[in-house]
């Protein structure tokens, strides 16, 4: 198997979203440009639109721990189930989430610019809510 990061080419087959992969990739503005994981690959889905040959056979999501089984369904149904999707393994986050600004256990970004992820109860808190809304959903189609 070959993993090839795909969000970069998504980025630069457009030149407007060339100059957000700038801004993101500048650690001083990425807080501005929060993208979510259905805008990533609607992102995607443009790009393969116009671009068949670069749809890949399968995806592997990189979410945060907590956030990733939501992260694997929206992409799954997305994707409507045009190859496999994976979850990156727990033992590739990294060792030390302090080098990164955030709480030294859960990972969480005290100084978020999304309210939800600045701790991990505001987070759960609107991840259950969320998780059961696409259950209940779910089980009335």
């Not at 801004?23 to 990425?30: C, E, G, K, L």
């Not at 302090?98 to 987070?123: A, H, K, M, N």
């Amino acid at each position: 198997h070959k993993a090839v990061p795909l969000w970069p080419h998504a980025f630069t087959a457009d030149s407007a979203a060339a100059r957000v992969q700038e801004a993101v990739d500048n650690p001083s503005t990425i807080r501005q440009h929060y993208l979510s994981t259905a805008g990533v690959m609607q992102q995607f889905l443009h790009l393969w639109e116009r671009v068949p040959d670069l749809r890949p056979k399968s995806l592997i999501v990189i979410g945060f721990p907590d956030h990733t089984a939501r992260c694997i369904s929206t992409v799954e149904e997305m994707w409507q189930g045009s190859g496999s999707v994976e979850c990156v393994p727990r033992c590739c986050y990294p060792a030390s989430w302090e080098q990164y600004g955030c709480l030294p256990i859960t990972g969480y970004d005290p100084q978020s610019s999304q309210p939800w992820t600045t701790s991990r109860s505001v987070f759960l808190t609107k991840e259950f809510a969320l998780r059961m809304a696409k259950m209940i959903n779910c089980h009335s189609q």
